[in-house]
């Protein structure tokens, strides 16, 4: 059976755009995915995600409203990613885990090259964007 992967994601708006993060190690490196990770024992999604982001990218969010469920098969592992529409409670961000990062308008989600499990976001996200 195919190995199971839950894993939770920050699509953090400011004003029109949204943040999105360059991987800087392992498989997908310098793929574009939105920050998170794997939820622990005994967490609910939402402190899973104050917690990631709070260990990538030294920020202080607010989950606001639940996105979208991703279920995806990659070829080692079938993802689960729970989606959360997040903002920033200060300005701090810092790269910790990630090579680059970027603010994207609704009409620049395209110009990254996203995980797959990523892309098929893009269309929701830009309806929240307009």
């Not at 360059?22 to 917690?51: C, H, N, S, V």
């Not at 995806?72 to 790269?95: G, I, K, N, R, V």
Request: with cysteine; aromatic share 10%.
């Amino acid at each position: 059976m195919m190995k199971r992967i839950e894993v939770v994601a920050a699509i953090i708006r400011k004003g029109d755009k949204v943040f999105a993060t360059q991987r800087g190690y392992g498989e997908f490196k310098d793929w574009w995915e939105f920050p998170g990770g794997k939820m622990e024992e005994g967490e609910t999604p939402e402190q899973a995600l104050i917690r990631e982001i709070h260990e990538e990218l030294d920020a202080r969010i607010s989950v606001d409203k639940f996105l979208y469920t991703v279920e995806w098969d990659y070829p080692q592992f079938h993802l689960t990613m729970h989606c959360y529409l997040s903002s920033l409670l200060d300005e701090a961000l810092h790269l910790n885990e990630h090579e680059a990062a970027r603010w994207l308008g609704k009409e620049e989600l395209h110009s990254v090259n996203w995980l797959p499990a990523d892309v098929s976001l893009l269309p929701l996200i830009a309806k929240e964007l307009s």
